[in-house]
């Protein structure tokens, strides 16, 4: 069972409004990654991590930021939150051998 | 840039049949992972198939890969209600590389009826 924290786990918020999704993990995994789903679609990578201060953006492209300041924690940021920002996100951990990939509870996320 | 295929999107079975989902993909690759996600919750990792011919098998789920074929396949045996959910499929798209980002299936939604 993987040690993936994500929070808020379901959040309804206004346009306009900042927010952070929080992803912390205790297994002490270099990698972390963040997808976004929509309802009964397939999950698309938008950030990742390779270790402490490495941020890259996936193959999706988002308005969001992340940052990795230490290495259990790997934070989502949308600055203005807008309609078509609605969707799942959920965050991820891999060890250096990338065997497994491990998800969050994800967290839903509704702009209204 | 590497694509990935599952089908059937939606299969509906009666308990006790078999079947089987595909899984093709567009580029090489040296990892497949098969998820599960039951509605409204998060991925639980089912299968992680490193090479060619790897063949893993838990419970009434078995999993395959052929990497000449850029295939792998779910295999359902003497199906159950329980095993209703959606499985995806997904391809790491960086062959040799440390990056393991995933690349998913559309997922197939698997109905399981009495």
């Known amino acids: 069972e993987a040690d993936i924290y994500q929070t808020p786990r379901y959040l309804v918020i206004g346009t306009g409004k900042k927010i952070t999704l929080e992803c912390s993990q205790t297994?002490?995994?270099?990698?972390m990654y963040w997808y976004q789903q929509d309802p009964g679609m397939e999950l698309h990578l938008i950030h990742y991590?390779?270790?402490?201060?490495?941020?890259e953006k996936g193959d999706l492209s988002s308005e969001s930021t992340v940052s990795r300041i230490r290495t259990e924690h790997f934070p989502l940021t949308l600055e203005s939150a807008r309609p078509s920002h609605t969707s799942q996100y959920l965050c991820a951990t891999s060890g250096s051998s990338r065997n497994t990939i491990y998800f969050g509870e994800g967290s839903w996320l509704t702009v209204v | 840039e590497l694509k990935v295929e599952q089908n059937p999107l939606f299969l509906s079975m009666q308990e006790g049949k078999n079947y089987t989902i595909y899984c093709n993909y567009s580029t090489t690759s040296d990892r497949l992972y098969w998820y599960r996600q039951d509605p409204g919750k998060s991925l639980e990792s089912l299968f992680v198939l490193l090479s060619n011919g790897a063949v893993k098998q838990e419970g009434r789920l078995m999993a395959s890969l052929d990497t000449k074929a850029r295939l792998s396949t779910l295999h359902i045996t003497a199906a159950v209600h329980d095993l209703s959910a959606t499985y995806f499929c997904?391809?790491?798209?960086?062959?040799?590389?440390?990056?393991?980002?995933?690349?998913f299936g559309k997922g197939t939604k698997l109905s399981v009826k009495p």
């Open positions: 991590s390779y270790g402490v201060n490495s941020t």
């Open positions: 997904a391809v790491d798209a960086n062959y040799g590389g440390s990056q393991g980002n995933l690349i």
């Open positions: 297994m002490g995994h270099d990698k």
